[in-house]
């Protein structure tokens, strides 16, 4: 019900910078909280950002003072990423975190987008 689409993806050199957006559709409305997860070859799914509704935002370890997580709009999801290196390399994903009127959760993702660190 709810559709995400990543972009913002691609290649940059070591101590670059890129800023991904996520665009999101459908059933917006019961959305709780969004954020960004990766994931790198031959490794977990790893969560990077996270923002609530309210505005609370929570980073992995590996990212915190390099990233800033921040929503634009009802629909509309970012990450501004900063001094990448080579363990930035992975397929960023966007999640959506929504509640029905019956209170279940459910996630969404988008299919991803492509950083790549890289000389």
């Known amino acids: 019900q709810v559709q995400l689409v990543e972009s913002g993806g691609g290649l940059v050199q070591p101590g670059g910078s890129l800023r991904l957006s996520c665009e999101a559709s459908?059933?917006?409305?019961?959305?709780?909280?969004m954020g960004w997860y990766r994931q790198a070859p031959g490794k977990e799914r790893e969560l990077v950002a996270r923002?609530?509704?309210?505005?609370?935002t929570s980073y992995s370890d590996s990212v915190k003072g390099r990233c800033t997580i921040s929503r634009d709009n009802s629909r509309t999801l970012s990450l501004q990423m900063n001094s990448l290196n080579s363990e930035d390399t992975a397929v960023y994903y966007c999640?959506?975190?929504?509640?029905?009127?019956?209170?279940?959760?459910?996630?969404?993702w988008g299919q991803g987008t492509q950083v790549t660190v890289s000389s």
């Open positions: 459908g059933s917006v409305f019961g959305i709780n909280a």
């Open positions: 923002i609530t509704s309210g505005g609370t």
């Open positions: 999640n959506a975190e929504r509640r029905d009127s019956d209170f279940r959760l459910f996630n969404s």
